[in-house]
Structures are given as structure tokens and as C-alpha cells.
């Protein structure tokens, strides 16, 4: 099994800054790509960014130039830096990981129980 505990979320006025973070941990062989999503209050979990094994990334429009997200690969642990955040950012931030727990069985995703993240003044 593999847990991913997300943490650095909190209240901050438009304009700031936060960093979360999620880690992984438990019994795996490997972690592949891990991502983060967002939801916001009644709508549903979209994509926010991802940083595959390979280091590449990817990004939704919304955020770009804004987050970036990083990864220690040695800890099992990414980032997602948010600067000059505004209230359309405010959610629950969910981190996602594919994990192979045990030579030749499949990649499975993973879920964070997420979270939040309220952009406010």
C-alpha cells in the first residue's frame, strides 16, 4: 500500500504565496508520475500539474507562470509553489502518485486526502 500525506495548505490574501507538499510512504518498489489536482467548492477535481519519473511537467493553463511544482526524488516527495494566488484558486489540493508496489505487478494510482487551500482577503 502506498499513503500520500499533503500538507502546507492554509488561508492566504490574494497576491501571496504557499508551498504544499505531499510524500509518499508505505511498501512500494517505485513511484512513477505524481501530479496535483484541485477541487473547488461544488465542482470537480481538475488537473492542476504533473512531474513525471523522467522529471518532464506538465501543467494546466490556468496556473502557468504562476505554480510550479518540483520533486525530491530521493524523499518521494513533490511540490507545488504557488505564487500570486487569487480566489479562483481556492480548494481542496489532492496529490496523486502511480505506484508499482512489487516487481512485475502494474502501476495503480494513488490519492492524498487532500488539502485546503483558501485564497482570501
Known amino acids: 500500500q502506498v499513503q500520500l500525506m499533503e500538507s502546507g495548505g492554509g488561508l492566504v490574501q490574494p497576491g501571496g504565496s504557499l508551498r504544499l507538499s505531499c510524500a509518499a510512504s508505505?511498501?512500494?518498489?517505485?513511484?512513477?508520475?505524481m501530479a496535483w489536482y484541485r477541487q473547488a467548492p461544488g465542482n470537480q477535481r481538475t488537473f492542476v500539474a504533473s512531474?513525471?519519473?523522467?522529471?518532464?511537467?506538465n501543467s494546466a493553463d490556468a496556473i502557468k507562470g504562476r505554480f510550479t511544482i518540483d520533486r525530491d526524488y530521493g524523499k518521494n516527495i513533490i511540490y507545488l509553489q504557488m505564487n500570486n494566488l487569487n480566489p479562483d484558486d481556492t480548494g481542496d489540493y489532492y496529490c496523486?502518485?502511480?505506484?508499482?508496489?512489487?516487481?512485475?505487478?502494474?502501476?495503480?494510482?494513488?490519492w492524498g486526502q487532500g488539502t485546503q487551500v483558501t485564497v482570501s482577503s
Open positions: 496523486y502518485a502511480d505506484a508499482q508496489e512489487r516487481v512485475g505487478r502494474p502501476y495503480l494510482g494513488y
Open positions: 508505505g511498501k512500494f518498489r517505485s513511484i512513477g508520475g
Open positions: 512531474i513525471a519519473s523522467s522529471g518532464a511537467t
